[in-house]
């Protein structure tokens, strides 16, 4: 949904000046919508992330059997491994996602830097 509204997101004017050059279909993808879209990209990137390190914690819990997910549900029934387990477990899982987002806003400070500094420029305000 985000995507999609950023490709719509450049003004009637600009497309009035692509038709004016005679444009391609092509060329307003590539040159117009897509790096107008960017910014809305990386909003959906920063939202996945701790969603997709959710979905990672628990496919492991069901489906495999090990891993992150499975440490954290059986810690509290294996005696040695306890509460020390389950939260080394639980900071890991928390320290990746920070990285995980962290590494999404470097590249969104990249490619806006690129594509859309006056974006940039607005949202270091």
């Known amino acids: 949904m985000l995507v999609s509204q950023g490709l719509r997101s450049p003004l009637n004017a600009t497309f009035d000046y692509f038709a004016s050059c005679d444009a391609s279909s092509r060329a307003v993808l590539f040159k117009l919508r897509l790096p107008s879209a960017v910014p809305s990209v990386f909003v959906a990137a920063r939202m996945a992330v ?3 390190m959710f979905g990672a914690v628990v496919t492991e819990w069901l489906a495999t059997g ?3 997910g499975y440490l954290m549900v ?3 029934t294996r005696p040695r491994i306890g509460y020390s387990g ?15 987002y962290v ?3 470097v590249a969104e400070s990249f ?15």
Request: cysteine-free.
């Open 50 to 52: 701790p969603g997709a």
């Open 111 to 125: 490619f806006l830097a690129h594509y859309a500094p006056e974006r940039l420029a607005r949202s270091r305000r």
């Open 103 to 105: 590494a999404v806003e």
């Open 66 to 68: 090990n891993g992150l």
């Open 86 to 100: 389950l939260w080394a477990a639980v900071a890991i899982t928390t320290l990746a996602t920070m990285l995980l």
């Open 74 to 76: 059986t810690a509290m």
